[in-house]
T-cell receptor, first 113, second 114 residues
Framework: QKEVEQNSGPLSVPEGAIASLNCTYS??????FFWYRQYSGKSPELIMF????GDKEDGRFTAQLNKASQYVSLLIRDSQPSDSATYLC?????????????FGAGTILRVKS | DGGITQSPKYLFRKEGQNVTLSCEQN?????MYWYRQDPGQGLRLIYY???????QKGDIAEGYSVSREKKESFPLTVTSAQKNPTAFYLC?????????????FGPGTRLTVL
């Protein structure tokens, strides 16, 4: 079982719709969760992080965390063609496990105008 | 401008050759990291350093070496022992390596074996 799993996609949504990106993780002791956006040929860019159960909103982005279900998601409201990219979920575990940031393989999002 | 720089942007290596990838940051971050990304895969940790003159192996350290002589610099050497080095190499840094610290990435170096 992979430590961090994401559906590879592509996830296609029309412009203006809500895009929902999901991520599950295996380490129940994981403490912090990050979403990165990566455009083709570019490096990842941090867009959201969340540490506590519940929702965290930043502009058009909402991160949702459910530690009991070991599930974290990213919602993008009013999706724009410029949101088309690969979204990487990253999870950091306990300090005893080296505090490593473990990345999923990413979900490709395509927003159609 | 504060940030992370990597050079070169593109690098070509011949068989049996060692090459060194540069990573510099002026963010005053203590922790620095090297990742490798292959097509369709997530980032895999090669080496990381939490403080000057100290570094630890990540998940795929074989065939790579690093040094951390200055806080600002964390160069990565890809040795001839790395049998499949063609990949996108990403350097990252964070304030320190604690649980709640975000990592920020440089622009990357794309290495190709000829």
């Amino acid at each position: 079982q992979k430590e961090v799993e994401q559906n590879s996609g592509p996830l296609s949504v029309p412009e203006g719709a809500i895009a929902s990106l999901n991520c599950t993780y295996s380490d129940r002791g994981s403490q912090s969760f990050f979403w990165y956006r990566q455009y083709s040929g570019k490096s990842p860019e941090l867009i959201m992080f969340i540490y506590s159960n519940g929702d965290k909103e930043d502009g058009r982005f909402t991160a949702q965390l459910n530690k009991a279900s070991q599930y974290v998601s990213l919602l993008i409201r009013d999706s724009q063609p410029s949101d088309s990219a690969t979204y990487l979920c990253a999870v950091r575990g306990h300090r005893e496990y080296g505090n490593k940031l473990v990345f999923g393989a990413g979900t490709i999002l395509r927003v159609k105008s | 401008d504060g940030g992370i720089t990597q050079s070169p942007k593109y690098l070509f290596r011949k068989e049996g050759q060692n090459v060194t990838l540069s990573c510099e940051q002026n963010l005053n971050h203590d922790a620095m990291y090297w990742y490798r990304q292959d097509p369709g895969q997530g980032l895999r940790l090669i080496y990381y350093s939490q403080i000057v003159n100290d570094f630890q192996k990540g998940d795929i350290a074989e065939g790579y070496s690093v040094s951390r002589e200055k806080k600002e610099s964390f160069p990565l050497t890809v040795t001839s022992a790395q049998k499949n080095p063609t990949a996108f190499y990403l350097c990252a840094s964070s304030i320190e390596s604690g649980t709640y610290n975000e990592q920020f990435f440089g622009p990357g170096t794309r290495l190709t074996v000829l």
